[in-house]
């Protein structure tokens, strides 16, 4: 009894070991595995992942900033880099609305989003790829909205609403950006031009409108200042007349000093309206001349961009043409060497079957001639035995020689003389049958001697004796 007690307490007490010892390496297990994110990456675990709350499946459990344990033997873990990548597209001949090229270098800013939504299309499409190649992806993205923006835009919007443009490249790139699971961070327009020089032209009329602008305001300003010190020179005048005409010098004094005072009223008067009357046709007739060398030089311009647009038009369509034929140039002769190349291997294909048919057959024959000629010992003996075996097919076709023959009746006349004791209807059936080959000769001919019971020997001649 104390024995089996003794070996329950050592069992209690070796499970008791296990069990710790399983509770340690879990433990273990679960602080190797419990992996935390950096602030500056996404870390995407894949492999077994729990459903949603709706019931549907994740391809992989995305998580940015905080930590996470990854199950060991059913999931592993990776990470997606955050750091922006600097884009630089220089588009060149982007066509506008207006059918003018234009171009419009730029730096775009582009990093993975930490979006839940966004980031789930990052970990599907961009896990495993390194930052050159994400930056390669979001510049074929990033060039065709760029041209789709700048076709719906005139040209006077791209070049004076700056944020109108930016607003429409935002909108259009980062809706597009976010499938690949990318977001956009910043745009900078470094610069816009047209190889027609439409951009310059433009500026030069707003520069001249601008001049023009400022030099009829002076001249408004001048006339007006002008004139008011006019006003003012008269009101000083009439209060120095009034003055004078209540001094005690006299009445006749100061209705002569009045007059003076008035008679010089009117003078300065006329010549200050003359004055500012010649400053504004000057001024008028400067603004008109330097509006007139503007238009002239619009027109200029425009004329110059209508005659590139022709052109390029022309051009455009001419090169497209020609592409197009080459292009069907091209796919007729790739088709016509493919159907050559087909009929070629089919033929090939053909000539190998047959000839390894042949092969065979010659081989198989090769073989049972090698086995005959072993088995007869030589091989005039194995040509024998072959004859021999073709012996029935030989008298088959001796029968075969007479048996359409359609004899109904046949007479023949006796005269009662025999010959060699047969009679003539004898005769005539013995010559019939001697007119096929003997067998004996076929025999013979194939050097072979039939046996003695169905054809005995012909009795040689006696050569004569030599005296």
Not at 39 to 67: E, F, L, Q
Not at 324 to 349: F, L, P, Q, T, W
Not at 398 to 418: H, S
Not at 419 to 444: C, E, I, R, V, W
Request: with cysteine; aromatic share 4%.
């Amino acid at each position: 009894m104390n024995n089996l007690l003794s070996v329950g307490a050592t069992i209690g007490i070796v499970l008791a070991v296990v069990v710790v010892l399983v509770l340690v390496m879990l433990m273990l297990v679960a602080l190797v595995r419990y992996k935390k994110c950096p602030s500056d990456k996404i870390m995407v675990i894949y492999g077994k992942i729990s459903p949603n709350k709706d019931g549907t499946y994740r391809s992989a459990k995305c998580i940015h900033g905080g930590a996470a344990l990854v199950l060991p033997f059913v999931q592993s873990y990776t990470f997606l880099d955050l750091t922006p990548l600097s884009i630089s597209v220089d588009l060149k001949s982007a066509l506008s609305k207006q059918n003018i090229r234009i171009d419009v270098p730029s730096i775009f800013t582009v990093g993975i989003s930490t979006d839940p939504a966004v980031m789930q299309n990052a970990a599907e499409r961009l896990l495993g790829l390194e930052l050159r190649q994400i930056s390669d992806l979001a510049k074929d993205i990033i060039f065709g909205q760029l041209r789709l923006v700048i076709a719906t835009m005139d040209i006077e919007e791209i070049n004076t609403d700056r944020d109108k443009f930016l607003e429409a490249i935002s909108r259009n790139v980062e809706g597009e950006l976010k499938k690949l699971g990318l977001r956009l961070i910043n745009v900078n327009v470094t610069d816009i031009s047209d190889e027609s020089g439409y951009i310059i032209a433009l500026g030069k009329e707003a520069a001249a409108k601008a001049i023009n602008d400022a030099k009829i305001s002076v001249a408004e300003e001048n006339r007006k200042g002008a004139i008011g010190e006019a006003n003012a020179q008269m009101q000083q005048r009439i209060n120095v007349a009034d003055a004078e005409s209540k001094a005690i010098e006299g009445e006749n004094k100061a209705k002569a000093d009045i007059a003076q005072s008035k008679a010089l009223l009117r003078q300065k008067e006329a010549e200050a309206m003359k004055l500012a009357v010649a400053a504004e046709n000057v001024q008028a007739a400067k603004a008109k001349e330097e509006s007139y060398a503007a238009e002239q030089q619009a027109e200029v311009a425009r004329a110059s961009r209508e005659k590139a647009t022709k052109e390029a038009d022309i051009i455009v369509a001419s090169e497209i043409e020609k592409r197009k034929v080459e292009i069907e140039a091209d796919a007729e002769a790739e088709n016509i060497r493919r159907r050559a190349k087909g009929e070629a291997d089919a033929i090939y294909a053909k000539m190998e079957a047959e000839a390894r048919g042949v092969f065979e057959t010659l081989s198989k024959q090769a073989d049972g001639m090698d086995k005959l000629v072993k088995a007869a010992g030589t091989a005039d003996e194995a040509v024998r035995l072959m004859i021999a075996d073709k012996l029935e097919e030989l008298v088959a076709t001796q029968v075969e020689a007479v048996k359409n023959l359609k004899i109904d009746k046949v007479t023949v006349w006796d005269n009662g003389q025999g010959t060699d004791g047969k009679t003539a209807t004898a005769n005539f059936l013995s010559g019939m049958l001697k007119s096929l080959p003997p067998l004996d000769d076929l025999y013979s001919m194939a050097g072979l001697k039939m046996p003695k019971i169905v054809a005995p020997e012909k009795e040689q001649p006696e050569k004569p004796e030599e005296e």
